[in-house]
Every structure is written in structure tokens, then in C-alpha cells.
């Protein structure tokens, strides 16, 4: 994996505040930090990117601190990006701005051939239920749940060969269809697959490309997916511990062989699951 730095220029207007700064691995399809340190008199209420804002969470470990994720777009072309800091200070409304660049995250290419029909759906039933399919998990991704079900650091859901990483650029017969969306396991069919993490089932159902699929909300916009699966353990509704068997890994969906698909979202985008975990263990779960 290649580790590349956020550079963050801050404004020497921003002395006073109270900002700190990781340097984290970060570029296009991953995720970046901000951290404030609780300061009397000021309200930290939200970051704007661009035309997308961001609340800003408490800290889970640590009280004095409040955080903020910056996932990034895959789609995202090397540039400087402006954040703009919303808060108050002694009941009056300020904002601070910051840059920082987005790089090239340097993502290999694969080809894949797969079924015709597949493909390139024509059929119109199929059209109709991938497209509501695709707006239901939309749905799930842009909602913010106020709470943090975490207070603890995230693992991986199978401990297993990583067959196929995210964001390889995937050309299916001759076609450039986008990038893979999370991190394939390998897994025969039946492995028991465990919960990253403490959250809510907010989606067990079988869908037309990830086959049966869970959808885990930790809280606070972030989110964790497993597909392909051949057994439900768990219904739409429960609430799960870390490492807690949710399924059985199969292949089911539009794949090839039985694995494990695993992904993640921040404030609606889909972003690089094993970088998430990492900056997330090591700034707000104290795992280094
Ligand atoms: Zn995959």
C-alpha cells in the first residue's frame, strides 16, 4: 500500500484557534482527520468541502476533543481543496478557512469478464430493481446518526488472503464500469464473517450485484458492508457487538468465486475500508 501525506496549509489567521492536524494517509477514494482542542467560549458547529458539509462529533476517548472525517471521492482529481470551519465564538458567528491537497491515490487496473446479461442490464425488471436497490442504500448512507455506537478499536470482518484491494480501476469485457468498491477476502463458502464493530443492522436483504448483503451504522455517518454472503445471521434492526458472526460468506451476487466483499462509507461516500479502520484505531480509538 502506498502512504501518501495530507498537507494541510493552515492560514496564520488560525494562531488562535485551536486546531490540530494528523498527518494521515490520505488521496482520492480515502479518508482524512481533523481534531479541534475544547477551547472556552467556542462552538465548533460544522467543516464545508466544497458544496458538502460535515458535522463535527465529540471525541469518543478522549473529552477534551472534538473530531471531524474528510472522506475524499474517488472521482477526485489531484487538487487543493478549501475547508471552511463554521463555529461560534462568544455567541458570535466566525469561520476559518484551511487547504489541503488531494493526490493521486495510484490505483492499478483490472479486467474482468463476467456474464453479458450482467453486465449491462437490459432487462427491464433488473434495471428497476438495481436502481431501487442502489437508491436504498443511498438513503442508509446519507443518514447521519447522531450517536457513536463505538468506544472501541474496528477490526476486519474475516482474517483471510486479501485477493482483491479497493479501488482497483475494473474494466468488465473491454468496459471501464468504475473501481471496486471495498476489499475482497478470500473465503469458501460458509466462513463465519464477524461485525468490524458495535453498530446497528440497518440493511440484511439479497441485492441484484452484492448479492445478500449486510449494512452495519456505527454512528456518525460511518458504515461497514459485507456481500456475497450465503447466510444471514442477523435481521435488519439488531444491534451488534464487535466481532459477532452476522453471516456466512458465499457467492451470491455478481461475482466469479465465493469471498468476501467488505466496504465502507463517511458522510456518504464510499472510501477505502482498511484506511478507515486504521485512522479511526489510531486517532479516536488509541490503537497505533
Ligand atoms: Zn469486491
Same mark, same amino acid.
Given at each position: %500500500? ?21 498527518? +494521515? ?9 481533523? %481534531?479541534?482542542?475544547? +477551547? ?10 466544497? =458544496? ?7 471525541? &469518543? ?10 472522506? +475524499?471521492? !474517488?472521482?477526485?482529481? &489531484? ?8 463555529? *461560534? ?9 484551511? !487547504?489541503?491537497? /488531494? ?5 492499478? =487496473?483490472?479486467? @474482468?469478464?463476467? $456474464?453479458?446479461?450482467? /453486465? ?12 431501487? +436497490? ?10 447521519? *446518526? ?6 472501541? &478499536?474496528?477490526?476486519? &470482518?474475516?482474517?483471510?488472503? @486479501?485477493?482483491?484491494? #479497493? ?11 468504475? !473501481?471496486?468498491?471495498?476489499?475482497? #477476502? ?18 440484511? $436483504? ?22 456475497? %454472503? ?51 484505531? =489510531? ?6
Amino acid at each position: %500500500m502506498r502512504y501518501i501525506y495530507i498537507f494541510l496549509f493552515l492560514f496564520s489567521s488560525l494562531g488562535a484557534f485551536n486546531v490540530e492536524i494528523p498527518k +494521515e494517509t490520505v488521496s482520492n477514494g480515502r479518508t482524512g482527520i481533523l %481534531m479541534f482542542n475544547k +477551547e472556552k467560549g467556542v462552538q465548533y458547529q460544522k467543516i464545508v468541502v466544497g =458544496k458538502q458539509s460535515y458535522k463535527i462529533f465529540k471525541h &469518543p476517548t478522549d473529552a477534551h476533543k472534538l473530531y471531524v472525517l474528510l472522506p +475524499e471521492s !474517488y472521482y477526485k482529481k &489531484p487538487s487543493k481543496q478549501k475547508v471552511q470551519i463554521i463555529y *461560534t465564538k462568544n455567541a458570535k458567528k466566525k469561520s476559518k478557512i484551511l !487547504y489541503f491537497n /488531494v493526490v493521486d491515490g495510484k490505483y492499478e =487496473k483490472e479486467t @474482468i469478464h463476467v $456474464q453479458k446479461s450482467k /453486465v449491462n442490464p437490459t432487462d427491464k425488471k433488473v434495471k428497476a430493481r438495481t436502481a431501487k +436497490e442502489y437508491a436504498q442504500a443511498m438513503k442508509i448512507y446519507n443518514t447521519i *446518526t447522531p450517536k457513536n455506537y463505538v468506544r472501541s &478499536p474496528y477490526i476486519v &470482518p474475516l482474517d483471510s488472503k @486479501i485477493t482483491s484491494a #479497493f479501488g482497483i480501476a475494473r474494466v468488465y469485457n473491454d468496459t471501464l464500469k468504475g !473501481y471496486h468498491s471495498g476489499t475482497d #477476502f478470500r473465503a469458501k463458502i460458509g466462513t463465519p464473517i464477524i461485525a468490524s464493530n458495535d453498530g446497528k443492522v440497518v440493511l440484511a $436483504q439479497n441485492r441484484f450485484y452484492s448479492g445478500n448483503s449486510i449494512i452495519i451504522d456505527h454512528g456518525e455517518g460511518i458504515y461497514t458492508c459485507y456481500y456475497h %454472503m450465503s447466510q444471514f445471521k442477523v435481521k435488519k434492526g439488531a444491534m451488534v457487538k464487535k466481532g459477532e458472526v452476522i453471516g456466512l460468506s458465499g457467492d451470491t451476487g455478481r461475482i466469479t468465486g465465493p469471498h468476501l466483499h467488505f466496504s465502507a462509507r463517511v458522510g456518504g461516500l464510499q472510501v477505502d475500508p482498511l484506511q478507515l479502520v486504521k485512522l479511526l484505531n =489510531k486517532n479516536l480509538y488509541g490503537d497505533i
